[in-house]
């Protein structure tokens, strides 16, 4: 059974920053596919970085240039650092955990960013 444990959202005004952390227990990093999504109030779940077994990292088009996906395997744990953040980049972040070709998945509990304008 896969565990996965998000921190570090909270309120930021736009332009700030933010780093987002996601501990993942029960696999090793290496076995799985990774990555960050959100979901705002009335918006469907978007794909924010992802990150495949072989290190492939892909980005929302909304989000390239600003969010940078991190990745230690030693430590555990998936990180997603924001960068010049936009009040559209508010809702809840979810981090998500999956086996490649299998239909075994795990999503963490979310954490929520908001972007005040």
């Known amino acids: 059974q896969v565990q996965l444990v998000e921190s570090g959202g909270g309120l930021v005004q736009a332009g700030g920053s933010l780093t987002l952390s996601c501990v993942v227990h029960?696999?090793?990093?290496?076995?799985?596919?990774l990555g960050w999504y959100r979901q705002a109030p009335g918006k469907h779940n978007e794909m924010v970085a992802v990150?495949?077994?072989?290190?492939?990292?892909r980005y929302g088009d909304s989000v390239k240039g600003r969010f940078t996906l991190g990745k230690d395997n030693a430590k555990a744990t998936l990180s997603l650092q924001m960068n010049n953040l936009l009040p559209d980049d508010s809702g809840v972040y979810y981090c998500?955990?999956?086996?490649?070709?299998?239909?075994?998945?795990?999503w963490g509990q979310g954490t929520q960013v908001t972007v005040s304008s």
């Open positions: 998500r955990a999956q086996v490649p070709l299998l239909p075994q998945e795990w």
């Open positions: 029960g696999k090793p990093l290496s076995s799985l596919a």
């Open positions: 990150v495949t077994t072989g290190g492939t990292i």
